[in-house]
T-cell receptor, first 113, second 112 residues
Framework: GAGVSQSPSNKVTEKGKDVELRCDPI?????LYWYRQSLGQGLEFLIY????????KSGLPSDRFSAERTGGSVSTLTIQRTQQEDSAVYLC???????????FGEGSRLTVL | GDSVTQMEGPVTLSEEAFLTINCTYT??????LFWYVQYPGEGLQLLLK?????DKGSNKGFEATYRKETTSFHLEKGSVQVSDSAVYFC???????????FGAGTRLFVKA
């Protein structure tokens, strides 16, 4: 399809394990975002990539969280030593420019037992 | 820093009632403003947007006007339907910072 693709759609892991979440943005979109949506909560900004510029990591909640975007396309969000409070839906979005709308993926639901 | 404040929910209305969801913002630049909607079991999608002061965004009977003087972007609909039940998010995107900031979301329930 032509939309933002995220995988896995569901991930259950044990506390202390590392997880990787993948986002494949819409082709040609220069901006890519990661957000976190906890149960009943709003969208918490995590990190933002724009073209070849240095990413805005100001929303990452701890040094256990990191993200990279290879070749200006696919992005991976990595959470190390997961904790129960990391349980949430992780949303990826992309945008074709700096002022327009965001196109969201379906999200990756992470459950840490 | 930039921020978005929207009215807390949930909001419960009867079908055909008038809807207003308040949204105010704080931004250092001249942001674009958006309303996104998340229907049950679905991903977020754009509902409407406005890119400059006094612009009115509209879609599916919903409207919002970019008011720079009151830094507001309230969402309105004249007659809601059960199918409008969803969570509505107000958001801004500052042209200087590029980051998109979301409000906390307002859950709307419409009863038949």
């Amino acid at each position: 399809g032509a939309g933002v693709s995220q995988s896995p759609s569901n991930k259950v892991t044990e506390k202390g394990k590392d997880v990787e979440l993948r986002c494949d943005p819409i082709s040609g979109h220069t901006a890519l975002y990661w957000y976190r949506q906890s149960l009943g909560q709003g969208l918490e900004f995590l990190i933002y990539f724009q073209g070849n510029s240095a990413p805005d990591k100001s929303g990452l909640p701890s040094d256990r969280f990191s993200a990279e975007r290879t070749g200006g396309s696919v992005s991976t969000l990595t959470i190390q030593r997961t904790q129960q409070e990391d349980s949430a839906v992780y949303l990826c979005a992309s945008s074709p420019d700096s002022i327009g709308e965001l196109f969201f993926g379906e999200g990756s639901r992470l459950t840490v037992l | 820093g930039d921020s978005v404040t929207q009215m807390e929910g949930p909001v419960t209305l009867s079908e055909e009632a008038f809807l207003t969801i308040n949204c105010t913002y704080t931004a250092t630049g001249y942001p674009s403003l958006f309303w996104y909607v998340q229907y049950p079991g679905e991903g977020l999608q754009l509902l409407l947007k406005a890119t400059k002061a006094d612009d009115k965004g509209s879609n599916k009977g919903f409207e919002a006007t970019y008011r720079k003087e009151t830094t507001s972007f309230h969402l309105e609909k004249g007659s809601v339907q059960v199918s409008d039940s969803a969570v509505y998010f107000c958001a801004l995107r500052d042209t200087g910072g590029f980051k998109t900031i979301f409000g906390a979301g307002t859950r709307l329930f419409v009863k038949a």
